[in-house]
């Protein structure tokens, strides 16, 4: 549903400490289903049920995700850590951050001395902080301040993440995490694609078909932009949805016309899209590498105020998720077929990547060159330039053409 207008998001212009919770709150003062919060971890603790540490900080809301990490406790561990035993060892628990939460964790609850709690926490999986900080020209020292912790009771079910179509009315993005993954694309009362590994089909559906007025519903609350496309977490468990969180991603932008040709010489099509452009298209200068440059003895990306399209999933996480949204048009070299589409599910990468630039495609365009185009690109890396090729994309929305205009990389 697009409600046309003027809108201001209430959390946009009045941050808080706490977004994960404040936005919680909320919704379940609107009557929506969260998941239990608890005012204190003493009382998490109390509750000797299974609940989650949440990171929270100012900028979670309409910034990066999967800044902090979070972490599970159980009851059976809590009871563990009333013992007088010395720390957890690396061969009991798979993620070392886990092993130092835990050996944080145990002295808290016995009572003993731990210094400022959440910091610490905070510190034992910095690395993201640390590169957002840099690209972001913060200081580490004062942003690990605003970090804190919410508690929530653990909810079982099936993961599940929604996203509003910001070019296609009535047209939503639906991903689900449980024994599988899956990915469901609906138009009105239409499935237009179901990928899926390991779930059942006929739930994935269903689920589905319950999640788009539950979506629209929250996204109508008068605290939201009815406008915005967010992505909203929640959990399915015994036909109940519950809340966990609003994330920002674009506002709606109508597609304004329909790719009806046939593809042109030198034309491909992508796998999927999300965006449009005008019926024309356009030439993108797309990166398709980036050069890593040494600060204070640690390698970093080229942070630019804008950018006009990037071809290159590189593995930094903060990046991406700073650049996802300054950048015209992301090209996603996920996979060449459909397998590939359960699992946009997988994390917060993904999701990124494929709903906060304009425009969004799955598409490999720097594929079966020649080495010395390869041997150029290198070059230009170890001069500390950004090597980028002409991309023309026609997209409306449901279709997306795209051309390597010169595979010369400049």
Not at 210 to 239: D, T
Request: charged share 20%.
């Amino acid at each position: 549903m697009i409600v046309q207008g003027s809108f201001t998001d209430h959390f946009v212009a009045n941050p808080v400490l706490q977004p994960k919770l404040a936005v919680a709150n909320y919704v379940a003062s609107q009557g929506f289903l969260v998941p239990t919060r608890y005012d204190s971890l003493d009382e998490a603790l109390e509750s000797q049920k299974p609940f989650i540490m949440r990171s929270e900080h100012p900028q979670d809301y309409a910034g990066a995700s999967g800044l902090m990490q979070s972490y599970f406790v159980k009851p059976d561990v809590v009871s563990s850590l009333k013992m007088p035993i010395n720390h957890f060892e690396t061969n009991q628990l798979s993620r070392t951050d886990m092993i130092s939460f835990l050996n944080l964790l145990g002295p808290k609850i016995r009572g003993e001395s731990v210094g400022p709690f959440d910091e610490a926490v905070a510190r034992l999986s910095s690395e993201n902080m640390t590169d957002y900080c840099h690209y972001m020209g913060l200081s580490e020292e004062l942003f690990i301040k605003d970090i804190s912790y919410s508690y929530w009771m653990e909810q079982t079910g099936f993961n599940i993440s929604i996203v509003a179509d910001n070019t296609i009315p009535g047209r939503y993005h639906i991903t689900l995490r449980g024994k599988g993954v899956s990915y469901i694309l609906r138009e009105g009362n239409d499935v237009l694609k179901m990928a899926t590994t390991e779930n059942d089909t006929a739930v994935v559906q269903a689920i589905s078909t319950r999640m788009v007025p539950w979506y629209e519903a929250i996204r109508s609350l008068p605290h939201f932009n009815p406008q915005h496309c967010p992505i909203i977490e929640a959990q399915f468990f015994n036909g109940a949805i519950y809340f966990l969180q609003y994330l920002r991603a674009r506002d709606f932008n109508p597609a304004q016309f329909v790719l009806d040709r046939s593809l042109e010489e030198g034309e491909q099509e992508a796998l999927w899209v999300r965006g449009a452009t005008s019926p024309d298209g356009h030439i993108f200068q797309t990166a398709i590498d980036y050069p890593e440059i040494i600060h204070h003895g640690e390698y970093f990306f080229p942070v630019l105020d804008a950018e006009a399209g990037s071809a290159n999933s590189i593995t930094s996480h903060m990046y991406n998720e700073i650049m996802s949204r300054r950048r015209e048009v992301q090209f996603c070299n996920f996979g060449d077929d459909k397998s590939v589409l359960p699992h946009i599910a997988d994390g917060h990468l993904k999701m990124t990547l494929l709903f906060k630039p304009r425009i969004s495609l799955i598409a490999n365009v720097w594929q079966n060159v020649s080495p010395e185009l390869n041997e150029k690109r290198e070059a230009m890396l170890e001069k500390n330039m950004v090597p980028r090729i002409p991309v023309r994309v026609v997209a409306d929305g449901r279709k997306a053409y795209f051309k390597v205009i010169d595979w010369n990389p400049t």
